[in-house]
């Protein structure tokens, strides 16, 4: 029998912190070792000859929206799963929203549970939501192990899944508090974007730039003041989603900086697309919030490098193509962005390669700072004891991303066409090595 299922060997493990040679020796699912003074002679059932790649813990993606049960037609856990493989992400939390039935009580959620469980090539977690008249059922998710409740400021546009309105984020936010949990938001102001969006239509106004400008940056700022407001009043810790703006991000800050326990995520989107891409491409780059302007993009990379951003993850909001067509009226179609399979390469392409981001900082934003926040705490680093998540690149190989590189269930993406720099060469997920040469090994 051998010592090791699996060893790693030769590769650069980057670390928050820095970047070191070694070797990584994997038992059931576990890192035993990592051995940076000398090499590892153990034998192993099968040795991985990583020299001239970096070695990194597997993405942790903290929202997308995979959507099934229910709407499996959109997307789906399988082909979801698979495209986070592909993309070197071994774990993610599924937004409670878009699967039905949404995840508002614990029978929902082992529903979902069990898809996950048949489907899911990676780690999965879920998110419980918070809508108006499930508060009683926080409890009951919470024990079920969500990894934290989600709920909306404005229209989610799910039927079966209202925003809060603020009398329900505020008592949802106190419950969500006592039992120790967190609350992710998608922080926009109902009333800002609804009275806009109701004015540019009146006047005929519906351009992509008219739909940007009926969800502004300060719609953000409002509802993000708010939801900060109730969080400190009561003590309930709070985590705002796809910030757009690093004008966003300064209001969190200035928070953090009085003690209140909140962190934000942004998406790479809003660091890789402007409202000129959806100008060009139309429905398949609209998202809630919007895309923002070229300034923006350039001030949210250097929130990024700054450190003031805490996650990022990808909210892969899929939908069929004939949802993402807009002929000519940007308020129609819907808004989300598939994108899941490409986090890291945008994040080495735009960020590494094109703005000077280290890797570590790459690694800590997507594995080291979500495993902390959200308490996971085998995952996110490359260390004995840690579970054995990991994902090779190639950062000297680029390839110019096609339709048919995607493992979605539906192949389109704003991102289709443009050359990355540094490739995932293989993906290991709790030691089982799951992508490689280009193919999902699906065996689960
Ligand atoms: N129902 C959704 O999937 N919404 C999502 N849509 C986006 N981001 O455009 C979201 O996260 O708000
Ligand atoms: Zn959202
Ligand atoms: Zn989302």
Redesign the pocket.
């Known amino acids: 029998m051998s010592a090791y299922d699996l060893i790693i060997k030769n590769g650069t493990v980057v670390t928050a912190d820095s970047l070191v040679q070694g070797d990584i020796a994997i038992k059931n699912g576990k890192i035993k070792q990592l051995s940076t003074e000398k090499p590892l002679d153990s034998n192993a059932d099968r040795v991985i000859n990583a020299k001239g790649l970096h070695v990194l813990p597997g993405l942790i993606d903290s929202h997308v ?1 995979f959507n099934e049960p229910g709407r499996t037609e959109w997307e789906g856990l399988e082909t979801g799963s698979k495209s986070l493989a592909a993309g070197g992400a071994t774990t993610f939390f599924d ?1 409670p ?2 699967s039905t039935p949404p995840v508002i009580d614990k029978p929902n959620l082992d529903i979902k549970k069990a898809c996950a469980n048949d489907k899911s090539v990676v780690n999965a977690r879920f998110w419980g939501g918070l809508v108006p008249g499930n508060i009683q059922k926080l409890k009951e998710l919470h024990e079920g192990g969500v990894i934290g409740f989600k709920a909306f400021m404005s229209p ?3 039927k079966d899944f209202n925003n809060a309105d603020d009398v329900t984020l505020f008592k949802g936010m106190k419950e969500v508090a006592s039992l120790g949990s967190i609350l992710a938001v ?1 922080a926009e102001s109902t009333v800002i974007c609804e009275q806009l969006a109701e004015e540019k239509q009146r006047q005929g106004k519906t351009s992509a730039r008219d739909f940007v400008e009926s969800r502004p940056i300060i719609s953000e700022i409002e509802a993000v003041q708010r939801v900060i407001s109730y969080a400190e009043a009561t003590g309930c810790k709070l985590h705002i ?2 910030a757009s703006s690093r004008k966003v991000v300064e209001v969190i800050r200035e928070a953090q900086q009085r003690g209140v326990d909140v962190t934000v995520e942004t998406c790479p989107h809003y660091l890789a697309l402007t409202v000129n891409d959806l100008e060009e491409k139309g429905g398949i780059a609209k ?2 919030p919007p895309l923002r302007d070229e300034e923006e993009v350039e001030d949210l990379w250097a929130a990024v490098a700054n450190g003031e951003i805490n996650v990022i993850g990808s ?1 892969h ?1 899929p939908a069929p193509a004939d949802m993402k067509v807009i002929t000519d009226n940007y308020f129609e179609g819907w ?3 598939s994108g899941a399979q490409s986090t890291l390469n945008i994040l080495l392409t735009e960020g590494h390669f094109k703005r000077g981001l280290t890797l570590e900082k790459i690694v800590e934003l997507t594995a080291v700072n979500p495993a902390k926040r959200f308490g996971l705490t085998t995952k996110g680093v490359i260390a004995a004891g840690f579970d054995a998540d990991i994902t090779l690149v190639d950062l000297t190989k680029s390839f110019e991303l096609k339709n048919e590189d995607l493992f979605y269930r539906h192949q389109h993406s704003p991102y289709i066409g443009k050359t990355y720099q540094g490739k995932v060469t293989t993906t290991i997920v709790n030691g089982e090595v799951v992508f490689e040469n280009d193919r999902v090994n699906a065996d689960k």
């Open positions: 929206h937004m929203l878009n989610s546009g799910i998608h989603v796809h998202c809630m909210d909001s808004g989300g962005i």
